[in-house]
């Protein structure tokens, strides 16, 4: 069975008890899932969130920072500094650092707009898969743009460039950047007794994403976070990891895509025509097998952006950070 795959992407949050408090990696990515992990949390702990750490800037992660920091605004924020710069630059996100009347109306006729092309898809679409799948995301995204009402994107107080430790006698906490990965400022979360590794976006299931990403980079730092001696893996999106199989598989998902690319690249064929002859279908394969609603996100989650990504990468054109695709 394939682990669940939402069109909308909606984030893991974990939350990690230590003596004094909890931690919180992440927050989920509206208001309305802010509020609801914060009815989780306080069924879970009577203790209080002492810090809170994002693990980069794309808005399913971020975005319920406002109503956690409500509940408990003491909490500690803390990013690497280039997802803190990130959050604190309105081209990079699509809602505004504090409330604003004309940003929210603009982003509600947005998602209202788009609703009705998701049901027009679900009733074109021939298999039974793609119908329940576009069924699921139409409910999805109502829900979201429900959630989404008076959304704003606050920034970190506190930024680090390599770790960041929050000790505690039982469950000691690293914060690290691993070097660019799917973003520029992807942060993980150890904890080195308990051996769990919480990876943001550098691992996702089952559909990896690859906008805006440093595939070579992403390599290195895949093979960093694979010599950890982690006994579970939390990705950023699907369930718990215990081996390391799709790490390697990300590995060679990258490898092979710039394999394929880089000659392409140093012929002098634009990135349409790049993007017309790469072949993922061994990576397809790999990661959603035949599955047609699974096929389809891959291509559009994965293969296309990565494929633009290795193509800058081998032009030595820089990528730009921006959920506008630039």
């Known amino acids: 069975m394939q682990p669940t795959f ?12 230590q003596a004094e408090g909890l ?27 002492k810090a809170v750490v994002i693990t980069h800037w794309h808005g399913d992660h971020p975005q319920g920072l406002s109503e956690i920091l409500k509940a408990w605004p003491a909490a500690r924020t803390i990013a690497t500094r280039a997802t803190q710069s ?3 630059t309105a081209k990079t996100m699509n809602t505004p650092a504090a409330p604003d009347a004309v940003a929210n109306a603009t982003l509600q006729k947005s998602l209202q707009d788009f609703i009705p092309n998701v049901r027009r898809m679900g009733e074109e679409a021939k298999t039974a898969e793609e119908q329940a799948g576009w069924a699921a995301s139409e409910r999805l995204l109502r ?22 430790d929050l000790p505690d006698p039982q469950t000691p ?17 150890w904890l080195p007794r308990q051996r769990i590794l919480v990876a943001g976006d550098i691992v996702v299931a089952p559909v990896p994403f690859g906008f805006g990403s440093y595939p070579s980079d992403w390599i290195g730092a895949l093979g960093r976070l694979r010599a950890m001696d982690f006994a579970t893996l939390i990705p950023g999106h699907g369930p718990p990891q215990r081996d390391r199989a799709y790490v390697d598989r990300l590995v060679a998902a990258l490898a092979d895509i710039r394999a394929q690319v880089k000659p392409l ?6 990135l349409e ?12 394969q790999a990661f959603v097998g035949d599955d047609p609603w699974l096929r389809r996100w891959f291509r559009q989650y994965w293969v296309t952006p990565i494929v633009a990504s290795a193509y800058k990468e081998a032009r030595g ?4 950070q921006s959920l506008r695709g630039e």
């Not at 906490?173 to 979360?189: I, K, P």
Request: charged share 20%; proline share 6%.
């Open 317 to 320: 054109v820089p990528i730009v």
């Open 273 to 284: 025509q790049v993007q017309a002859a790469v072949d993922p279908s061994r990576q397809m």
């Open 6 to 17: 939402q069109v909308q992407p909606a984030g893991n949050v974990t939350v990690i008890e």
């Open 143 to 164: 829900q979201y743009a429900v959630d989404m009402d008076g959304a704003v994107t606050l920034s970190v107080s506190e930024g680090f460039d390599t770790r960041l």
């Open 23 to 49: 931690v919180l990696v992440d927050t989920g990515g509206s208001p309305g899932a802010g509020r609801r992990v914060v009815e989780t949390v306080r069924r879970l702990s009577p203790k209080p969130v």
């Open 265 to 270: 690249a140093d012929s002098g064929r634009t």
């Open 86 to 88: 990130h959050l604190r």
């Open 173 to 189: 906490v690293e914060v690290l950047h691993l070097g660019r990965a799917n973003t520029d400022g992807d942060a993980v979360v």
